[in-house]
Every structure is written in structure tokens, then in C-alpha cells.
């Protein structure tokens, strides 16, 4: 039987017993490690690599909204679950947009603990009932940010510019008839009617064309350093993987223009029309090929620096993207803040 090792991070001796209670109660769970504040859970986290980590986010010297997205980023595997007093929607869909894998209240009953834990670890998203209206009622009163592709977005850039239907058809290597029908499709989804009410609609949302490192993450102090010229380009098939990452880029530079790309085709295409300073680029990209991606990038935007990065850190892939152009190879599980502030300070 496999063992599923926890580490409890809990400020309250007494909430700590009862979890304990219910985990020792299950015999294929098993607490290797408890905590009491921020530091201790780093520290801890580096030294037992848990299968799961079950958190209150009250902790002392413990910044939830900043901390659990680099722990995200640190160990992607890991399963997260937040058990806590606190059921603010702000920390509620603040946390569950940064990965983490369920929130429960600690005034339900230990026996739902036990049904939470179990649905986590099936791969399952765990959410109190009691949260679940409060989490409803929000969304819907929020306003819906149109979903772009990335060709729809190159297109809308073009035309801002002042390019004609023909002169995007050229560039884009589409027929005008395409192109065309895209705008109609664009118009649609904005509800705008033209090519005019299109350019003004993209001055007053930006976000539009592309996200700001301050739409990404928007909470604690951020540097007043310019970034606003920065471009970044992240190319990897694990949209996942890609949000954590955007998140913890989105505070060390938040004025930074963040473009993404799942493929090398779309890839190429940002590239040419964003020139981007900076792309992380995964080795493997579902079938295709990561460092062929490098080279492409590097052909049509040669001041790009491309970082190759990987899961899978191996000597043959780290050759190939050094004579690819890639300035440097990471493994993902290294890719922290720090390691991040040093990729920007380099740039």
C-alpha cells in the first residue's frame, strides 16, 4: 500500500490534534512533519518533499497570496489544501486562482476533512459547501474579459497599428477572405462594430493584446522600476504551469507585458510581432520540439533571450539548446523568485 506523506502547517496545537486525529485515523496517510509559521514550512518543505500539504493560511510570518504561488512554482506536484477560519472571497478565489487544490473551512466536521483530503488526492478541487454560493454570486457579478486567440490578438495589433485587411493578410500569410472573417469573429466577441470602435477599445483595455504583470499579481509592495518595454514570452503545453509561473513574474516585474504560447507555431508568430526580450521556452512542447522552438525564436527576434527549462534536466538537452541559442538551461524545480529576479536583473 502506498503511503501519501502530509506535512501539517498549523499555528493552533489544538487544531493541529484534531487533524492529526483524522489522518492517523487512515492508513495510507501519514504526517511527516508539523509547522507553526512561514519560515518553519519552507524550511520543512525542502527537507520532507510531502505528497501533500495542508495549510492554515493565519500562520505567523506567512504572506498566503505571495508564498503559496512560489511553493506552487518550487513543487509543482505537490497538492495543496487550505484549511482555515477565514471565508473572505478574497483569500478564497485569491488562493484557488493560484493552484492551490481545496479550501475548507475548519467549522465543518472533521469528518468532512476526511472526504476533502480524499477527493484532493484523487486529483479532485475541494470547496466547502458554504463557499460555494458566496463563490457563485461573485463570478457572476463580475465582467467578462473576452478570450482571444493569439492569432485574433496578432490580428487586433496589426489593425491598431493602422494596417490594412490586405497588408494583415500578407503579413500573417492568411487570404484577405480570413482575415476578414476574424474581424467579424473579433467584432462579435468585443461588441464593437468597426475598425474604429476596435482601436479605441483596445486603449481603454490593454489587456487585450496581451497580460500586465499587474493584472497577473496585484498584492503586497511591488518594484517602481520601468518595466513597461519588458516583453515576456512563455512557451510550454502545461497551462497550469504556465499561470503559476506568470504569477510569480507578475510581482518581480509587474509593469512587464506577459504573452503565452502552447505550441511552436503560435510561438513564432508572437515572437515576430512582439520581439520579446525574454522567452521561456519548455524542452517539450506535447510532440514538438522545444529547442527546434529555441531556434525558430531566435531566427525571426535574435535579441530574444531564450531559457530553456525542463522537468526533465538531462546533459544532452542542456548541448542542444546552447547551440539552439538558448543563453541558459533550468530545471523547472529551480525556477523560484530569486532565480526569476536574477533571469530579469541579467536582461
Not at 531559457?307 to 529551480?334: C, N, Q, W
Request: aromatic share 4%.
Amino acid at each position: 500500500m502506498e503511503i501519501t506523506h502530509i506535512l501539517l502547517a498549523d499555528d493552533h496545537e489544538v487544531v493541529r490534534a484534531g487533524i492529526r486525529n483524522v489522518i492517523e485515523d487512515t492508513s495510507d496517510l501519514s504526517i511527516i512533519g508539523e509547522v507553526e509559521d512561514g519560515p518553519s514550512l519552507l524550511e520543512m518543505l525542502e527537507q520532507t518533499h510531502p505528497d501533500l500539504l495542508l495549510v492554515d493560511i493565519s500562520m505567523p510570518s506567512f504572506d498566503p497570496l505571495k508564498t503559496i504561488p512560489e511553493i506552487k512554482l518550487q513543487y509543482p506536484n505537490l497538492k495543496i489544501l487550505v484549511v482555515s477560519a477565514y471565508d473572505d472571497n478574497l483569500y478564497v478565489q485569491g488562493l484557488l486562482k493560484h493552484g492551490i487544490d481545496g479550501y475548507h473551512l475548519k467549522d465543518q466536521p472533521l469528518s468532512e476533512l476526511k472526504l476533502a483530503l480524499q477527493r484532493v488526492l484523487e486529483g479532485k478541487r475541494w470547496i466547502s459547501a458554504s463557499l460555494i454560493t458566496n463563490l457563485v454570486d461573485n463570478l457572476e457579478s463580475q465582467p467578462k474579459t473576452p478570450m482571444l486567440t493569439h492569432r485574433q490578438m496578432e490580428i487586433l495589433r496589426l489593425l491598431k497599428e493602422g494596417t490594412s485587411n490586405q497588408e494583415i493578410a500578407t503579413a500573417m500569410s492568411l487570404s484577405v477572405k480570413t482575415v476578414e472573417n476574424h474581424l467579424t469573429r473579433i467584432y462579435r466577441q468585443l461588441g464593437i462594430k468597426s475598425r474604429l470602435e476596435a482601436s479605441n477599445y483596445i486603449n481603454q483595455h490593454p489587456e487585450t493584446l496581451g497580460i500586465k504583470g499587474l493584472n497577473v499579481f496585484h498584492t503586497g509592495p511591488v518594484s517602481q522600476r520601468s518595466t513597461e518595454s519588458l516583453t515576456i514570452l512563455f512557451v510550454d503545453d502545461n497551462r497550469q504551469y504556465l499561470y503559476q509561473l506568470q504569477r510569480v513574474l507578475g510581482r518581480i516585474v509587474p509593469q512587464a507585458n506577459f504573452y503565452e504560447a502552447n505550441d511552436i507555431d503560435e510561438a513564432v508568430n508572437i515572437s515576430r510581432n512582439m520581439q520579446p526580450q525574454l522567452a521561456l521556452v519548455d524542452v517539450v512542447l506535447g510532440d514538438e520540439d522545444g529547442i527546434n522552438c529555441a531556434r525558430r525564436i531566435k531566427a525571426i527576434s535574435k535579441n530574444t533571450r531564450v531559457i530553456m527549462i525542463s522537468a526533465y534536466p538531462d546533459r544532452e538537452f542542456h548541448r542542444l539548446s546552447i547551440e539552439a541559442g538558448a543563453v541558459a538551461f533550468l530545471d523547472k524545480k529551480d525556477l523560484d523568485a530569486r532565480t526569476l529576479r536574477q533571469v530579469i536583473k541579467d536582461i
